[in-house]
């Protein structure tokens, strides 16, 4: 049996769901993948993370799941502390849907 690519499970799972379309590629995903990958290259714990923000460590795993959009000042603080730009952001969300579209390799 063939293995298929994450994307290609995740895109299977949309047709067949397309109300949960936000939930894996809208904005709050992106970002929360972001903050994710940032905060992991500068090796910050949720909860260093969450303490230099000044933000319950919940909102820090809420974030990074892209399960909720957080509000802007919350995301003003964690894009500040983890060094993140708006070009940042674009780039990401340009580098998220192409490897959403990804087709498998079989």
């Keep these: 049996m063939a293995k298929l690519k994450k994307s ?3 895109n299977r799972f949309l047709s067949d769901f397309p109300e949960q379309q ?3 590629k809208g904005e709050a995903a992106v ?3 972001l903050i994710t990958n940032r905060r992991t290259a500068k090796s910050y714990s949720q ?3 969450a ?3 000044d933000l319950p460590i919940e909102r820090i795993y809420l974030a ?3 399960s909720i ?3 802007q000042a919350e995301y003003e603080k964690i894009f500040s502390i983890l060094d993140i730009s708006q070009e940042d952001i674009e780039d990401f969300r340009s580098f998220f849907k192409q490897e959403l579209e990804l087709e498998p390799a079989f």
Excluded: I, P, Q, R
């Design 8 to 10: 290609t499970m995740l």
């Design 22 to 24: 936000n939930l894996f």
């Design 31 to 33: 970002k929360g993948d």
């Design 47 to 49: 909860a260093e993370l």
């Design 51 to 53: 303490s230099a923000a």
């Design 64 to 66: 990074e799941g892209g």
């Design 69 to 71: 959009e957080l509000d």
